[in-house]
């Protein structure tokens, strides 16, 4: 499985950016795709993940701002994040795998994309 993940950049606080996750390799370790994110001096943690059969799971710190549209046919993954906040800055990484719980996370990862929100 191999991720490319791109999108990352500067934004002001309450603005919006969107990250894009192009998956290739086995069609069934991509049947889960989403993101993590990991700030300075923290652990990393969930964002969004999203099933083949369009069922997601987001972090609580980023419901009702962060969706995670999914294009199937494209093995391509998004993360559209609306009323961004400085506490967003973070390396936000792509991840894919054949299923998913909060403890197993995912096995498979991209190189990671930088967001930064100034206030």
């Known amino acids: 499985v191999q991720l490319q993940a791109s999108g990352g950049g500067f934004m002001q606080a309450g603005g919006s950016l969107r990250l894009s996750c192009a998956g290739s390799?086995?069609?069934?370790?991509?049947?889960?795709m989403g993101w993590y994110r990991q700030a300075p001096g923290k652990q990393r943690e969930l964002v969004a993940i999203?099933?083949?059969?369009?069922?997601?799971n987001y972090g609580d710190s980023v419901k009702d701002r962060f969706t995670i549209p999914r294009d199937n046919a494209k093995n391509t993954v998004y993360l559209q994040m609306n009323s961004l906040k400085p506490e967003d800055t973070a390396i936000y990484y792509c991840g894919a795998d054949l299923s998913y719980t909060a403890t197993s996370g995912m096995r498979y990862w991209g190189k990671g994309t930088q967001v930064t929100v100034s206030s």
């Open positions: 390799g086995s069609i069934f370790l991509l049947n889960v």
């Open positions: 999203i099933k083949r059969n369009g069922v997601t």
